[in-house]
């Protein structure tokens, strides 16, 4: 996939925490961090299938032999380039071979491929996840579009998942790249699907700067807000569009912890909750098994009062006291379960925080899908 950004853009990034980053994550997260707006053209090149990682000094090479042969196409500096893989770690990328199709690349760009770019990039996906939106800030009218990729792997920071936010807002690199640190955080920050931290994950945020918001100075602040909304908008409803894309999943699962002393605290019981395969399965066989949740809990190590916790699935009430109710409609409840959602609600009243995670549920299909990923 090529995406080509006119000159006067530029893009903000977050990537994976992992320490073994891919070739590609380095060699952007360090073009970000030295170039201002693209006063030539921007180009972004992704791959899926391959995440040129932990390849040794290859990886690297192959970004830079890349990133050689799209100068000479687009008449760019190298440093306007960034690079973007996804698929098998360890394999040595044939950069060769993708290189031999820059030319075709170039001359079929198209600005209506939101679709096409979003499934170009795609792994175990079973769909493509896209976003557009239109919004008023001001009687202005600016949009904002974007797509992701990510099934497996998934857990922050951030996730075996590529995103891809773009907008014709104009604002400042230095608030762009607040706002993206923090969407990021209150969306692909908060999913998991299995677990497993990848070493590839990237969330590009790009402006064309090609609308200018008109607006009062003492205005600005309410106006750059509601802008925010929007980014955090798109996040969210890609990052949720993975979660409900998991590898072998056929259920969406909300965990919510609140009243917690810190947003730390329950962040920690979230995922615990949220990771937990005994969690999981239960779920993706129906089954209200609050004690899998008791024991995703405890398993922190957290210090809460077990007598003041109480815990709910789809809104029925399952254990409070230190123990489990006994006039759960259990009837009801069973039906609550088929459906395509599932709500977890631990309240640890002990404080006014809370942290809400998106996982899925974990069906044998998982298991297929990853036991011959790369045969």
Request: proline share 2%; with cysteine; hydrophobic share 40%.
């Amino acid at each position: 996939l090529l995406i080509v950004l006119d000159p006067g853009s530029y893009v903000c990034g977050c990537f994976t925490t992992s320490t073994m980053p891919s070739a590609p994550v380095v060699w952007s997260k360090k073009t970000i961090k030295e170039i201002g707006n693209f006063k030539q053209k921007g180009i972004l090149l992704i791959n899926a299938g391959n995440a040129n990682a932990f390849t040794g000094k290859e990886g690297l090479l192959a970004c830079k032999a890349k990133a050689s042969a799209l100068t000479n196409i687009f008449q760019c500096d190298e440093r306007n380039i960034l690079f973007a893989s996804t698929g098998v770690i360890g394999e040595k990328l044939p950069y060769e071979k993708i290189i031999r199709h820059f030319n075709y690349l170039a001359e079929n760009l198209s600005p209506f491929g939101l679709k096409a770019a979003s499934k170009a990039i795609l792994t175990t996906d079973l769909k493509p996840k896209t976003y557009t939106s239109s919004f008023k800030i001001n009687n202005d009218l600016f949009t904002i579009s974007g797509f992701a990729k990510g099934s497996g792997m998934i857990f922050p920071n951030m996730a075996t998942m590529l995103a891809f936010i773009f907008t014709d807002f104009a604002i400042d690199r230095e608030t762009l790249s607040r706002f993206t640190k923090k969407a990021v955080s209150e969306s692909f920050n908060r999913i998991s699907v299995d677990g497993d931290t990848s070493t590839s994950d990237a969330v590009f945020v790009v402006t064309t700067n090609k609308k200018e918001l008109k607006v009062a100075r003492e205005k600005r602040p309410a106006a750059l807000n509601d802008f925010y909304k929007e980014i955090k908008s798109a996040m969210v409803d890609l990052a949720k569009k993975i979660v409900m894309d998991g590898e072998g999943a056929k259920k969406f699962v909300e965990v919510t912890v609140k009243n917690a002393k810190s947003v730390a605290r329950a962040r920690e019981i979230c995922f615990s909750i949220a990771n937990s395969l005994l969690v999981k399965t239960a779920i993706a066989g129906e089954d209200a098994n609050w004690g899998r949740l008791v024991m995703a809990i405890g398993k922190t190590k957290i210090n809460v009062k077990t007598e003041k916790i109480k815990i709910y699935m789809q809104g029925f009430l399952l254990c409070e006291k230190g123990e489990g109710v006994e006039t759960v409609d259990n009837s009801r409840l069973s039906r609550a379960l088929k459906k395509r959602k599932v709500n977890i609600v631990v309240d640890l009243a002990e404080g006014d925080m809370e942290f809400t995670a998106w996982t899925s549920d974990l069906t044998e299909d998982y298991i297929k899908i990853n036991a011959d990923y790369r045969s």
